[in-house]
């Protein structure tokens, strides 16, 4: 609230018209912008200022009543405040209705209010919003308090609970990691069994062994369903692989205390876990997990997902060591920050690249942070090459393929018959071919066999036939599969790769880029400045909102466009915008653009 030309109204109007949710006002902010200094509770009438010297520690309750200047306006929000909660709960509302004969200025029961504020969020019907300042750090002790007071626990998320497929097996969901770079887990105190967590990388990488590369890795996980116990075995559903929790920590602040077993409810950090990254899911094993999902499809349950969902990266550059000898290191500080934050791929000398390790990222200051890490955390220099746009190829048409693969290898002729329809899919990312055989029982093939078809898909897939992008929103079945016995597994591959590429030929391909939705917020003064600036970048679906001292243009724009965005924005405005960039989807280049693109590539 502290920011200039703030406006908690405009605010909840965007929560309401965005988010598809009813915001429940709690509070009303004392003074606006520089003014700003505290915040007026509205379920139970107490002005909450902050001591200005204090930074955030030390704040004052203080009754209000109708001398303050503010107690009007605020009143007349707690009004509305309770108006809504009765338009979503029946029951509050007859209660109203029975007490105090639907006069809302007259409801005085403020623990009646809290509780069916509560029942609002458990049901989803509403959400409540409060407001503060971050950079003077007022308003963070109520949030922490309405947490306590209104978000549910795990035993009231009737919805999402699946802890009844996993009866009282262990279930345990990975949402940090971090890297114990001091090999602290090695300076354990044993007379009180704590530790003391350090993430300085030096140390680490002055004496970095390959074989100790997975030694410092810290897992926070929060365990949903049964126990989890040191040294005991977990599955990972999302990798298909089997873990050993080592050592089990409870945190407390930059301080780890080892304990032998944690329960359902509690948040921990577990050492050993070398596969798994942020957001995957953990059972106790495979058998469990397979039972469980069973059940779910019994009930018509969605599945619990095995890990976050990610959006293609949009941008990507290489990285090389500044000296040969510290290849290692930054493979290995490569890995560590791919497992922290999977948005992050990393690609090491594969054949795709030239044998480069290419980084692919979200954004700008995605890759920015990355590259900052590397130097500041790892002591690592690095030549990072130019920042490159993530076009992609697509097919506008479903085509079908038939190769017939012959080889003689010394006295025997081998050969490979693939048939296969490959056409476009939207939203769709390939993972495997789907087997429409109709002579052949596809369980009969061997894995090895069906392995090796689909590297050899995958890897035309990834190559492409324009300019070499990689493929996306493509889907490929195969309709006959025939190979003779005893032919070696590259050959399969060979095959399944020429097959597809000669169906990307064929299929009238296309260059598409990203397209991105930017927000940019404003005052009128620079909007035209803004507007004009946006039409330049290709800008489509250009929409203008103006309320009160705030101008909000939305827009998708190509990604192309959006170049140095945040300083030229500075610059144009005066440093008087902000503005917020995701992911909308792919479109089709424009002729010029495809023959700047083809001037580039030679």
């Given at each position: 609230m502290?920011?200039i030309?703030s ?6 109007d965007?929560?309401e ?11 009303y902010?004392v ?5 700003f200094?505290g915040v007026i ?7 909450l ?6 930074d ?13 200047a503010d107690?009007?306006?605020a009143f007349k929000?707690?009004i509305?405040l ?9 029951d ?8 105090f ?19 609002s ?6 959400t409540p919003?409060?407001?503060g300042s ?14 306590i ?13 699946y802890?009844?497929f996993?009866?009282?097996?262990l279930?345990?969901?990975c949402?940090?990691?971090i890297h114990?770079?001091?090999?602290s887990r090695?300076r354990i105190n044993?007379?009180n069994?704590?530790i ?6 030096t140390n ?9 590369a997975?030694d410092?890795?810290?897992t926070?996980?929060r365990?949903?369903?049964g126990?989890?116990?040191a ?8 990798k298909?692989a089997k ?15 080892e304990?032998q ?8 950090i577990?050492?050993?876990l070398?596969?798994?990254t942020?957001?995957?899911i953990?059972?106790?094993?495979k058998?469990?997990?397979?039972k ?11 599945e619990?997902?095995m890990?976050?969902?990610l959006a293609n ?9 500044e000296?040969e000898?510290?290849?290692?290191r930054?493979n ?10 999977p ?5 090491i000398?594969e ?8 980084i ?5 200051l995605?890759l920015?942070?990355v590259k900052?890490r590397i130097?500041?955390?790892y ?5 990072f ?10 097919p ?5 393929q038939e ?5 003689i ?6 050969y490979v018959?693939?048939e296969?329809?490959?056409?476009p899919?939207?939203d769709?990312?390939?993972?495997f071919?789907?087997l ?10 061997p894995?090895e066999?069906?392995n090796s078809?689909n590297h050899g898909?995958?890897s035309?897939l ?7 992008y990689?493929?996306?929103?493509t889907?490929?079945?195969?309709i006959?599969f025939?190979t003779?016995q005893g ?12 097959c ?14 990203p ?7 404003t005052s009128?003064?620079y909007?035209s400045?803004?507007y004009s ?13 103006q309320t009160?001292?705030?101008?909000n243009?939305?827009a998708k724009v ?5 170049r140095?965005y945040s300083?030229?924005?500075r610059?144009?405005t005066?440093g008087?915008?902000?503005?917020n ?5 792919y ?6 653009e495809?023959q700047?693109l083809l001037?580039?590539?030679?």
């Amino acid at each position: 609230m502290d920011k200039i030309g703030s406006d908690f109204d405009m605010c909840l109007d965007s929560i309401e018209k965005k988010l598809n949710t009813v915001p429940l006002q709690l509070q009303y902010p004392v003074g606006r912008e520089k003014s700003f200094n505290g915040v007026i509770d509205l379920v139970n009438m107490k002005k909450l200022v902050w001591h200005q010297m204090s930074d955030g520690k030390i704040f004052q309750s203080i009754d209000f009543n109708s001398n303050d200047a503010d107690f009007q306006a605020a009143f007349k929000k707690r009004i509305e405040l309770i108006e809504k909660i009765a338009r979503i709960n029946e029951d509050f509302a007859e209660i109203l209705l029975e007490k105090f004969n639907m006069e809302f200025d007259k409801m005085n029961d403020n623990i009646l209010l809290e509780s069916y504020i509560r029942k609002s969020c458990l049901s989803s019907l509403a959400t409540p919003v409060l407001c503060g300042s971050s950079f003077r750090n007022i308003g963070i002790q109520p949030v922490m308090d309405a947490i306590i007071k209104y978000l549910p626990s795990p035993y009231d998320l009737e919805k999402n609970n699946y802890q009844p497929f996993y009866d009282e097996s262990l279930l345990m969901v990975c949402f940090k990691i971090i890297h114990d770079h001091q090999k602290s887990r090695k300076r354990i105190n044993r007379a009180n069994s704590k530790i003391q967590l350090q993430t300085n990388a030096t140390n680490t990488l002055n004496k970095f062994k390959p074989d100790e590369a997975q030694d410092d890795i810290l897992t926070f996980v929060r365990v949903y369903n049964g126990e989890l116990h040191a040294k005991s075995k977990v599955y990972n559903p999302a990798k298909g692989a089997k873990e050993i929790c080592d050592k089990i920590y409870i945190p407390y602040s930059n301080e780890l205390e080892e304990v032998q077993k944690i329960g359902a409810g509690n948040i921990a950090i577990v050492h050993g876990l070398t596969n798994t990254t942020t957001g995957d899911i953990l059972v106790h094993n495979k058998q469990l997990y397979d039972k469980a999902c069973h059940r779910m499809q019994l009930e018509n349950k969605q599945e619990m997902q095995m890990s976050l969902e990610l959006a293609n990266p949009v941008y990507f550059c290489t990285v090389e060591p500044e000296f040969e000898s510290d290849e290692k290191r930054i493979n290995y500080a490569l890995e560590c920050l791919q497992r922290e934050d999977p948005s992050l791929r990393v690609l090491i000398n594969e054949e795709e690249n030239m044998g480069q390790t290419v980084i692919q990222g979200q954004g700008e200051l995605h890759l920015d942070v990355v590259k900052d890490r590397i130097l500041r955390e790892y002591k690592l220099k690095a030549f990072f090459g130019p920042l490159n746009i993530a076009y992609k190829e697509t097919p506008t048409k479903s085509v079908n393929q038939e190769i017939n693969y012959e080889k003689i290898l010394g006295e025997r002729k081998h050969y490979v018959k693939i048939e296969l329809n490959l056409f476009p899919r939207n939203d769709f990312k390939f993972k495997f071919a789907n087997l429409l055989l109709q002579n052949e029982n596809k369980s009969e093939i061997p894995l090895e066999k069906i392995n090796s078809l689909n590297h050899g898909i995958n890897s035309a897939l990834n190559k492409g036939v324009i300019l070499r992008y990689p493929f996306i929103n493509t889907d490929v079945k195969v309709i006959k599969f025939e190979t003779s016995q005893g032919i070696p597994m590259p050959y399969i591959s060979s095959a399944a790769y020429q097959c597809t590429i000669k169906a990307l030929e064929n299929a009238e391909c296309v260059v598409i880029q990203p397209i991105m939705n930017i927000d940019v917020t404003t005052s009128p003064e620079y909007s035209s400045k803004v507007y004009s600036d946006l039409t330049r970048r290709n800008a489509m679906n250009l929409q203008i909102n103006q309320t009160n001292k705030i101008v909000n243009i939305n827009a998708k724009v190509p990604l192309a466009k959006l170049r140095a965005y945040s300083t030229d924005i500075r610059k144009l405005t005066s440093g008087n915008s902000t503005f917020n960039i995701e992911f909308d989807s792919y479109d089709k280049i424009s002729q010029r653009e495809f023959q700047d693109l083809l001037e580039k590539k030679a």
